[in-house]
């Protein structure tokens, strides 16, 4: 089903519109374009349609008074965007035949969708400031003073960690062992290589806190997360807190929806880590949300960078996808991405579809004025 959205004068978005948001989308751009109040902004526009289809169940199922009611001003406000808002911002979000509009400083979200696009939707935030996660576990001043996308991206770590116990990072030489002691889970980094030693997560480099809780959370909603049991959970949650469980009679069997999403939202998915180590942790992302894609539902990511190294190594995996080869286990074909460059604004797709490549210039140019400078120096 297609998913677009329109996003017109929020915060330093001018005019932009996706119109076919694909599996795997990337937006780059300088500090401050724009590229994480897009980010946001589908996932917020994510969410209530997760909601919306949760009501349309609900009401197919016997409870006809509706469970929710959508209030923009204070999902804007708990997600640290409320001063985004203009007197002519407008937004406007699709999915199949469900349209989510906001205009005039008015939220319109229809009362349902229909049952053939209801959708089992998880939606993920992996934060930018994840690295202050390993703090958190043991620090609850810093839990406390984290803001709405950090502590989302904390409960999907502590969510992964009760199924994933061990994951290692092979391109740095470690891997994360969770033991359970006497106070509660312990987290530990312990070298793989030759250097046999076993550590603290908070005391684990810059580059292993970050991608820490990122692979953690991309390989348990790759191969362990069970959505139809989690929409089940939300709607007995439901019910059950609303003494509504003697009008619930199911039409449809929640198995028996076929329309099943992840949705993982990245931030800078670089951060602390030197460029081969880059290209290592986008194979991890390709392969198990794509490459080696779950069977039983879709997953689509998004996330924002500055790399010139991500940009680059995503032509290399589309190429390998052409030829039928894997880097590091990862391919991915090249209709299922877009990169997109956020200038003053306003959105500049990256995408060659004739040459059947991305064109990274936007990022590698810096790198090449660099070394033409130089060379202009040498001769002096």
């Not at 401050?32 to 917020?44: C, D, M, N, Q």
Request: some cysteine.
């Amino acid at each position: 089903m297609k998913e677009s959205i329109v996003i017109k004068n929020f915060g330093p978005i001018k005019e932009i519109e996706l119109e076919d948001i694909r599996p795997f989308t990337i937006f780059i751009g300088e500090s401050g374009s724009g590229k994480s109040t897009v980010i946001k902004t589908v996932a917020l526009f994510r969410w209530i349609f997760k909601m919306i289809c949760i009501r349309t169940y609900l009401k197919e199922s016997g409870i006809s008074k509706s469970p929710f009611t959508f209030s923009f001003a204070t999902y804007l406000k708990t997600n640290g965007l409320d001063s985004f808002v203009k007197d002519d911002t407008h937004i406007e979000y699709r999915f199949g035949d469900c349209t989510i509009e906001y205009k005039n400083k008015k939220l319109s979200v229809p009362q349902n969708t229909s049952m053939a696009y209801v959708s089992l939707e998880k939606n993920c935030f992996v934060s930018d400031k994840r690295n202050l996660i390993a703090d958190m576990l043991s620090n609850n001043t810093v839990k406390s003073a984290a803001g709405f996308f950090l502590r989302e991206t904390f409960e999907d770590y502590n969510l992964a960690t009760k199924e994933v116990r061990e994951l290692n990072f092979d391109y740095l030489g470690v891997k994360l062992k969770v033991d359970k002691t006497s106070v509660g889970d312990k987290h530990y980094i312990v070298g793989t290589g030759e250097d046999d030693y076993k550590i603290n997560l908070e005391d684990a480099s810059s580059g292993t806190q970050t991608v820490t809780p990122l692979s953690l959370i991309v390989e348990y909603f790759s191969r362990h997360y069970n959505l139809v049991k989690s929409f089940n959970n939300a709607i007995l949650n439901y019910l059950s807190n609303n003494d509504k469980l003697s009008d619930f009679k199911a039409v449809t069997d929640v198995g028996r929806i076929t329309n099943r999403r992840v949705n993982i939202h990245i931030e800078e998915p670089e951060l602390s880590l030197y460029p081969e180590s880059q290209r290592s942790l986008i194979n991890f992302i390709v392969n198990r949300c794509f490459t080696e894609k779950p069977s039983d539902y879709d997953i689509t990511v998004m996330m924002a960078t500055h790399s010139p190294y991500i940009i680059n190594h995503i032509n290399l995996l589309v190429m390998a996808a052409q030829k039928e080869v894997k880097e590091e286990g990862a391919n991915i074909k090249l209709e299922d991405v877009n990169v997109y460059e956020i200038t003053e604004g306003y959105l500049n797709d990256l995408k060659q579809k004739d040459a059947f490549v991305i064109d990274t210039r936007p990022l590698s140019d810096p790198i090449s004025n660099i070394y033409e400078r130089y060379e202009e120096l040498k001769k002096q």
